[in-house]
């Protein structure tokens, strides 16, 4: 079992494939990064793949795969067949914003990928074409359904924006609803990434939008994901991830691994350690030692909840995944 320094089990672990993304979302990478990391640098998927056997061994039991955009990387499908060989009954998933999925989806359910979160910030091509600034709508929807019809359990994720997305809120919710498919409303985490005139709607605010036409129920957080849960009297339940809110960190039970192998203990802060060179030498106990390390100076929580006005993260989304 892995404990962090503030007595927290550790069991989840994100692992970003790439830093690359053929969206360019205004919350996350709204223009093409100065350079991206050189190929010789990034991780192959055996040497991701012999970390994440050690933090599997040492009591990680949910693994995310993530980005960038995870499906630009090729051979996603052979690394999920790899993780899901080595134990059986871990969790597997992957988040993705759904562009490329259409045609991989049977392999990557076949490979063992049981769960995938899409992002959906929209239903109207041009708004969808607005945050991502390229023309995506159509080929999202395609990798919905497809995941759908290959089994795959779809969750849809949507950063609610002012002026932007703000009035489809609703819909989405019912788009989700119709498919049986979970969604999370994710409040906007400032970074310095991001466009800065974007504003996200706080959870209360998405609130009192989707309590204009249902009347819900607080259902509290489920073990340790970071949604507020909401059941609607039918039955359907919505999530708010509010990583304004104090006690959103005092359940964390995750970690994250970057394309290069920098293992960071909190999405909010610059601080990581590398597992490169332990990996690209096939040091297991030194890959364990840096885990450990990173685990035992695991911030006790983000600044985005502290009480100052606009309190942005250096990190990007897209190198930590998310
Ligand atoms: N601040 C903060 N935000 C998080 C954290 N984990 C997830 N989020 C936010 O929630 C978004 C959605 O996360 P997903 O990639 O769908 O994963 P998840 O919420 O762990 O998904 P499930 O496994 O389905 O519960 C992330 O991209 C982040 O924006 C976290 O530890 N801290
Ligand atoms: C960084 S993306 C990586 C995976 C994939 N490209 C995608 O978009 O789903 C993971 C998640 O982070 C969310 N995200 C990115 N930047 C964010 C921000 N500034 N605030 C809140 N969520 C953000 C996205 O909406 C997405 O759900
Ligand atoms: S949120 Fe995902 S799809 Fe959008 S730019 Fe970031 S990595 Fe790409
Ligand atoms: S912000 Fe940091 S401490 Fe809080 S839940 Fe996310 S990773 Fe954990």
């Not at 494939?17 to 969206?23: D, L, M, S």
């Not at 933090?55 to 955009?69: F, S």
Request: net charge neutral; glycine share 8%.
């Amino acid at each position: 079992m892995l404990i962090d320094g503030h007595g927290r089990e550790v069991s989840y672990l994100r692992v970003s494939v790439t830093e690359r993304c053929n969206f360019r979302c205004q919350y996350c990478m709204p223009e093409k990064p100065f350079s991206w990391v050189p190929k010789e640098k990034l991780l192959s998927f055996e040497e991701l793949f012999l970390f994440i056997k050690v933090a599997i061994d040492e009591g990680i039991k949910k693994i995310r795969i993530t980005g960038g955009e995870p499906l630009l990387r090729h051979g996603l499908d052979e690394f999920i067949g790899m993780i899901n060989a080595y134990k059986s009954g871990l969790d597997i998933a992957l988040t993705t914003n759904g562009f490329l999925l259409a045609d991989v989806a049977q392999k990557l359910y076949d490979a063992g990928l049981k769960r995938v979160n899409i992002s959906l910030d929209s239903l109207k091509p041009e708004v969808a074409k607005q945050v991502a600034q390229k023309e995506v709508l159509g080929r999202v929807l395609g990798g919905i359904e497809a995941a759908r019809l290959a089994g795959i359990h779809v969750k849809i994720n949507t950063v609610p924006m002012r002026g932007i997305n703000d009035t489809e809120l609703l819909d989405i919710m019912e788009y989700a609803k119709a498919r049986n498919m979970p969604i999370r409303f994710i409040e906007y985490m400032e970074n310095h990434h991001a466009n800065p005139d974007l504003k996200g709607l706080k959870s209360e605010e998405i609130k009192a939008i989707i309590g204009t036409k249902y009347a819900f129920e607080e259902m509290g957080r489920q073990g340790a994901s970071p949604a507020q849960l909401y059941r609607l009297e039918d039955g359907y339940v919505f999530g708010i991830i509010d990583p304004h809110k104090h006690d959103f960190c005092e359940t964390c039970n995750r970690i994250r691994l970057t394309a290069e192998g920098m293992l960071i203990p909190c999405l909010y802060f610059d601080e990581a350690m590398s597992i490169k060179d332990a990996v690209r030498k096939g040091d297991v106990a030194g890959a364990a030692e840096v885990l450990r390390t990173v685990l035992a100076n695991k911030p006790e929580k983000n600044r985005w909840s502290e009480d100052q006005e606009n309190q942005s993260s250096d990190r990007a989304f897209y190198q930590t995944g998310g």
